[in-house]
């Protein structure tokens, strides 16, 4: 399933469509930087509610296929102008991020 396939199933709002083509793989749901770079694994969507530009740095080093922002949470203005220069797939949502790990989950299946 794509970026944008999940994003239409989700109820996404994009803020950043960097590469939404690309394959999302799994899931993976954390606020603690250093533990999301071990273990999210390459190509999984991130679901956090953390909004600050060290974001961008952990998708890069997890290379996450996407970042959601759960429970309505917006992007500071250096995250957002980190993911457009990285090109991170960037999205918000107003649900909880348990919500949308557990819609994730029956999506990837």
Same mark, same amino acid.
């Given at each position: 399933?794509?970026? &944008?396939?999940?994003?239409?199933?989700? =109820? %996404?709002?994009?803020?950043?469509? *960097?590469? @939404?083509? $690309?394959?999302?793989?799994?899931?993976?749901?954390?606020?603690?930087? !250093?533990?999301? #770079?071990?273990? *999210?694994?390459?190509? &999984? *969507?991130?679901?956090? #509610?953390?909004? =600050?530009? =060290?974001?961008?740095?952990?998708?890069?080093?997890?290379?996450?296929?996407?970042? #959601?922002?759960?429970? !309505?949470?917006?992007?500071?203005?250096? /995250? %957002?102008?980190?993911?457009?220069? &990285? @090109?991170? =797939? %960037?999205?918000?949502?107003?649900? @909880?991020?348990?919500? +949308?790990?557990? $819609? /994730? &989950?029956? %999506? +990837?299946?």
């Amino acid at each position: 399933m794509t970026v &944008h396939d999940v994003a239409k199933q989700l =109820n %996404l709002t994009c803020c950043v469509d *960097a590469d @939404g083509q $690309r394959t999302v793989e799994g899931g993976y749901v954390g606020d603690l930087l !250093s533990w999301v #770079i071990g273990k *999210a694994g390459a190509g &999984h *969507a991130w679901i956090t #509610i953390m909004s =600050n530009p =060290n974001v961008a740095a952990v998708a890069m080093l997890a290379d996450t296929s996407m970042i #959601i922002l759960a429970e !309505s949470v917006e992007p500071d203005d250096t /995250l %957002l102008a980190k993911a457009q220069q &990285h @090109g991170l =797939n %960037l999205y918000t949502a107003s649900e @909880g991020a348990f919500e +949308l790990a557990w $819609r /994730l &989950h029956e %999506l +990837l299946g």
